[in-house]
C-alpha cells in the first residue's frame, strides 16, 4: 500500500506563506488525480485543491487565488503553495487521491495566527 508522508506545516502570521509537501513511497502521480484536503477542529475533511492526471487544476472558492497545487511526478511529490494565509487556513492537510482514497498519512498542522 501506498504510503502519504506530508510536511512543512507550521506557524505563521495572517498574511504570511507556507508551501507543503506531499511525498508518496510509490510512483502514484502518474497514474491518479491528487488533491490536498484540510480538517480544522471541530470540522469535516474538505478537499481544497485537486489536480487531475490531465493536469486540470480546480480549488475551493475558499483557497482560489491563495493556493498552489503542483505535482512533480519524477519525484513522486506534491505540493500546495499557500500565500496570504487566513487564520480561517487553520488545519492539518493532508494529500491524497481523488475518487478512490489511499490510506491518510499523519498530515501537517498549519496554524495562521498573530
Known amino acids: 500500500q501506498v504510503q502519504l508522508v506530508e510536511s512543512g506545516g507550521g506557524l505563521v502570521q495572517p498574511g504570511g506563506s507556507l508551501r507543503l509537501s506531499c511525498a508518496a513511497s510509490?510512483?502514484?502521480?502518474?497514474?491518479?488525480?491528487m488533491g490536498w484536503y484540510r480538517q480544522a477542529p471541530g470540522k469535516q475533511r474538505e478537499l481544497v485543491a485537486a489536480?487531475?492526471?490531465?493536469?486540470?487544476?480546480d480549488y475551493a472558492d475558499s483557497v482560489k487565488g491563495r493556493f498552489t497545487i503542483s505535482r512533480d511526478n519524477a519525484k513522486n511529490t506534491l505540493y500546495l503553495q499557500m500565500n496570504s494565509l487566513k487564520p480561517e487556513d487553520t488545519a492539518v492537510y493532508y494529500c491524497?487521491?481523488?475518487?478512490?482514497?489511499?490510506?491518510w498519512g499523519q498530515g501537517t498542522q498549519v496554524t495562521v495566527s498573530s
Open positions: 510509490g510512483s502514484i502521480f502518474s497514474v491518479t488525480s
Open positions: 491524497n487521491a481523488l475518487g478512490r482514497l489511499l490510506n
Open positions: 489536480v487531475t492526471l490531465g493536469g486540470s487544476i
